[in-house]
């Protein structure tokens, strides 16, 4: 790859050290992820020099992680983005984001939510105020949808570990015994019954889990949602906005939490952790009514 060298070139781990295994390589893609393309944005970002950060670029354009997008000719500008392969990386960051929230910045132990005064908390309290990049997720029917509703004022986006129907295979074994991950039936449940609360507010509401789509559809006709479930399987909602996930029987899962959007895919309210899924669904509709009394003023 790139004309690097390698001790054992039949080792796939070490194909793909080769082409993303830098610090600078992998923090690229991260931003990447969450909607930077240029140059200049991703340099004022990382913080790195001009040199490194060609460098890195070059490198994963020839690995063909990423491809070079011209978006002006004179001068000549360049927008680099994610290729295939380099999409087929977000899952690989995001376990490596779980396991460093897990074992670097926990203490090892298996948790579905964190506690108010964590780096984790602020990190995901610090979105207020960034656009949501642009993303679409599969819904119950296939298609792929923007989480963000362009015909509402607001969109409620609450992410939820998982939630299964009747019948089907369902939580793993010892689901119970992880904190915050049990009251995904009774939240999605919630906002059904309040849905039209939320219509009065021009808000429009989309539950996201890492789910196939068809689990999601069975659960929403057994609950009688009002509402479209996403499913983000492929992470990418996930590594756009760094949201938190825990690991468990081998799937990837989003921790409990709450998001408010205004039509301009601005971030403005977020409510991490969620100790009551019932109290959260209230906390949100509260939100959103404060802001279009302010907004109104």
């Excluded at 500008?77 to 290729?83: A, N, V």
């Excluded at 656009?131 to 923007?146: M, N, W, Y």
């Amino acid at each position: 790859m790139s004309g690097r060298q390698l001790r054992q070139p039949d080792c796939a781990i070490e194909q793909a050290a080769a082409a993303v295994g830098d610090w600078w390589s992998l923090l690229l893609i991260r931003e990447l992820a969450g909607g930077l393309h240029r140059f200049d944005q991703l340099q004022a970002e990382l913080q790195v020099s001009s040199k490194v950060l060609a460098t890195r670029l070059t490198a994963l354009v020839a690995d063909g992680v990423l491809e070079r997008r011209r978006y002006s000719a004179h001068p000549p500008r360049f927008e680099y983005h994610l290729t295939d392969r380099g999409r087929g990386l977000i899952p690989v960051l995001v376990a490596l984001q779980s396991w460093g929230a897990q074992h670097l910045m926990g203490d090892g132990g298996l948790t579905a939510t964190t506690t108010r005064a964590s780096l984790e908390a602020a990190r995901v309290h610090g979105l207020v105020g960034r656009r949501i990049p642009a993303v679409t997720l599969a819904s119950v029917d296939g298609h792929a949808t923007d989480p963000v509703s362009p015909a509402s004022a607001w969109t409620v986006i609450y992410c939820f570990p998982g939630a299964f129907a009747p019948g089907q295979a369902g939580h793993p074994e010892g689901w119970a015994d992880i904190p915050g991950a049990r009251g995904c039936t009774l939240e999605s449940e919630t906002y059904r019954d309040r849905h039209a609360e939320f219509a009065d507010l021009d808000a429009a509401i989309h539950g996201v889990s890492t789910q196939r789509s068809d689990q999601q559809s069975a659960f929403s006709t057994h609950a009688g949602l009002p509402f479209t479930l996403l499913s983000d399987v492929d992470l990418a909602f996930a590594a756009a906005l760094r949201l938190p996930t825990f690991h468990v029987a081998g799937v990837e899962r989003l921790k409990r939490l709450t998001i408010v959007a205004d039509h301009e895919r601005v971030i403005r309210y977020v409510d991490y952790p969620i100790e009551d899924p019932v109290r959260s669904v209230h906390s949100a509709l509260e939100a959103i009514s404060a802001m279009s009394e302010r907004s109104r003023r």
